[in-house]
């Protein structure tokens, strides 16, 4: 590997910390975004968001382009989404995050705070440069049959062309296994930790696909060094038009919340 990749650590004192609203990710805390697989409609958005709020996180996910295996499956509100975000994100004061699946989208993500570049379109090389020219934070999540060096030239691509704010996000191989998912590679964040200056987090709920298995990814990733994570929360999972089966509920979410924190403080405490 070339050693002038820019994604190269070369310093502790370089590692990038992206600040969102309150929040600095990747400076001795860890960084919760939470919120629906999908936004269904303003109510059900603003109530997981403001339950989460209660609760301290002030980055709230929620797709509303939504990349489905099943063209038959729910496909995202649309420009219809984009509109509850805004105004949810006025009303509570919150940062949103939300994936982009096309660059036609480009022009309605200005009120985005975080743009998400999804599993599926890691390695679309030619959108990852138009996404780097808006000069967002992105959180670029590995794809599912990606290598750690793919993963990170992918970042590379958005670093060259004017990205700097870019979150890592490991969410899931996919393995013989069929338990779960997909499989969770606690190694990979161990090694990107090592090769890069960016902050890297996990997502829970794409990786086990099972509600139970968040908390204890969750806790697991913290001591392969995790920065955070991204986790599916929803107010009434039975019933979501998405992923309802990985999601957890804002009460589910408190709990990790507080033990999250306490581990991760510990760790830092105890230089472990
Ligand atoms: C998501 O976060 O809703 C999503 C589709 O994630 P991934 O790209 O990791 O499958
Ligand atoms: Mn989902």
Known sequence: MNENYLYRKKHEQDKTIIKIKNNKICQGNFTFIAGPCSVESYEQFFTTASDLKKTGVNIIRGGVFKPRTSPYS???????????????????????????????????????????????????????????????????????????????????????????????????????????????????ISIIKELTHLPIIIDPSHSGGIDKLVYPLSLSSIYAGSDGIIVEVHNDPKNALSDGEQSITPKDFERLYTNANKIFNYKVENNI
């Open 74 to 188: 729910f496909q995202g509100l649309r420009e219809e989404g984009i509109k509850i975000l805004s105004s949810v994100k006025k009303e509570l004061d919150i940062a949103v995050v939300t994936e982009i699946t096309s660059i036609t989208q480009i022009n309605l993500f200005d009120d985005v705070d975080i743009i998400q570049i999804g599993a599926r379109n890691m390695q679309n090389f030619e959108f990852l440069k138009e996404i780097a020219k808006l000069k967002k934070p992105v959180i670029l999540k590995k794809g599912f049959s990606n290598t750690i060096d793919e993963f990170l030239l992918s970042a590379e691509y958005l670093l060259i062309n004017g990205c700097s704010d870019i979150i890592l996000c490991e969410r899931g191989i996919r393995t013989f296994e069929y338990k779960t998912r997909n499989t969770l590679d606690i190694s990979a």
